[in-house]
């Protein structure tokens, strides 16, 4: 199995997950998993991540970036990972091409309609990478 080191700045702007509280509810992302979890409130420092496990592997990841002299702004995925997402990334880009083609030329209602499904379900298996 081969790993490639990705840095935030290979990502983009905001290349990681956005953690903290959400605008609209009382949730947070686990800083691990990146799934949602309902904030507690209460006294001492907020939940970072949503289970035990999670603040486990995430202290285990920290100390093997240490050994590797990994900074934070790195990543070690691997090169499979890496390119499934290349590829829906590429799949949603050319959808948004496909849609920006079909709405100059669409007429009605229902060719509005096809082309925003189209990008929906183009756009969905990316959406759910993040939860």
Partial sequence: MSYVTVTQSTLGPGGGRTLGLMADRAERRCAWCGRRFAV????GRPRRFCRRSCRQRDYEARHRAQELGLSEAELIVTREELHRLFDQLWVLECAVADV????????????????????????????????
């Fill in 40 to 43: 507690t409130p209460g006294p």
């Fill in 100 to 131: 920006e083609r079909d709405l100059a030329a669409a007429r009605t209602v229902a060719d509005h309609r096809e082309a925003l499904t189209w990008l929906l379900d183009a756009a969905r298996p990316v959406v759910a990478l993040n939860r």
